[in-house]
C-alpha cells in the first residue's frame, strides 16, 4: 500500500476530493495546515506572509493504485501559479482497523 499526502491551496481541496470520490477512491483525512514552500511566502506591497493557509489530504491506497491517484491530484489541483502544492508518496508497512484489530494489507 502507499500513503499519498498532499499539500494543495485551501481553494482546491473540494475539487480534490470530488475528483477522487468520483474516481472511486472516496476515504481520505484532511485538515487545515500553514507552512510555506520554496517561495518562502509571499510579498504584498510592504508586508511578508511567511506561513500560508493550506490544506493537507492523505489518501491509502493499493500500490497498483497509487500512480492514478497521483495525476488525479495534480488535475483537480493545478491552478497554474506558483504554490499550487506537493505531493508525497510513501510506502505503508502495516494498517489496522482499531474496531477491529484486523490487519488491512
Known sequence: MKMIQAVLRPDREEP?????????FPALTKWDVVGRGKQQ??????????????????????????ERVVQIIREAAYSGYTGDGKIFVAPIDDAYTIRTGKAEL
Open 16 to 24: 480534490v476530493a470530488a475528483a477522487l470520490a468520483k474516481a472511486n
Open 41 to 66: 511566502g509571499i510579498q504584498v506591497g510592504s508586508q511578508m506572509y511567511d506561513e500560508l493557509a493550506k490544506s493537507m489530504m492523505i489518501v491509502v491506497v493499493n500500490d497498483d493504485d497509487a
